[in-house]
């Protein structure tokens, strides 16, 4: 089982509409939660943090977590093409004063005119 | 506030040379990371510096790639002699320090140096 999962796609939604986006993870003991979108060739660009249970919300953007599901999700609403992008789903996992992010393989969305 | 600069940004080279990476993290940030990508995997952790200390070198592949920090502003990733399964892209990522018991700040990543080895 891989420490973070998440669909590959491609996620393919019509312009304006909702992208859901989700991630699950295998350690309980996380406790920070991030979402990046990458455009291709690009680097990850940070869109979302969330560090409690419940729902953040930041412009068009909602990132959702469950810890007791171990489960991380990002809302985008009114979706536009330049949304198109791999959105990666990161958790972080520190002990002391180390800490390195664990990452999925990201899901590929197309948001289509 | 300028961000993270990595250099180069491509690199090709044959098998058994060595290449030398540079990051600069964002200024004022001690935390400096270093990650790989290699074609169709998910971003893979390297290791972590705070300042100059390597705090977690967990994730490095083998002892052909050494990290330095020298005096905790930029840092170099060094592979040699390289290898073919080097190839992929490397980035890395600064934040600032963790303030108490509070959970740590989010990392900022640079554009990457694209390394083929060939």
């Known amino acids: 089982q891989k420490e973070v999962e998440q669909n590959s796609g491609p996620l393919s939604v019509p312009e304006g509409a909702i992208a859901s986006l989700n991630c699950t993870y295998s350690d309980r003991g996380s406790q920070s939660f991030f979402w990046y979108r990458q455009y291709s060739g690009k680097s990850p660009e940070l869109i979302m943090s969330?560090?409690?249970?419940g729902d953040k919300e930041d412009g068009r953007f909602t990132a959702q977590l469950n810890k007791a599901s171990q489960y991380v999700s990002l809302l985008i609403r009114d979706s536009q093409p330049s949304d198109s992008a791999t959105y990666l789903c990161?958790?972080?996992?520190?002990?002391?004063?180390?800490?390195?992010?664990?990452f999925g393989t990201g899901t590929r969305l197309q948001v289509t005119l | 506030e300028a961000g993270v600069t990595q250099f180069p940004s491509h690199s090709v080279i044959e098998k058994g040379q060595t290449v030398t990476l540079r990051c600069d993290p964002i200024?004022?940030?001690?935390?400096l990371y270093w990650y790989r990508r290699v074609m169709g995997k998910e971003i893979k952790f390297l290791l972590h510096?705070?300042?100059?200390?390597?705090?977690?070198e967990s994730g490095m592949p083998n002892n052909r790639f050494l990290a330095e920090r020298t005096g905790g502003t930029y840092s170099t990733l060094k592979v040699q002699p390289a290898e073919l399964e080097d190839s992929g892209v490397y980035f890395c990522?600064?934040?600032?320090?963790?303030?108490?018991?509070?959970?740590?700040?989010?990392?900022?990543f640079g554009p990457g140096t694209r390394l083929t080895v060939t």
């Open positions: 969330i560090y409690s249970n």
């Open positions: 200024s004022g940030h001690d935390n």
């Open positions: 990522a600064s934040s600032r320090s963790r303030v108490g018991g509070r959970p740590p700040y989010e990392q900022y």
């Open positions: 990161a958790v972080n996992q520190y002990t002391g004063t180390a800490s390195k992010l664990t």
């Open positions: 510096f705070v300042k100059e200390s390597k705090q977690d």
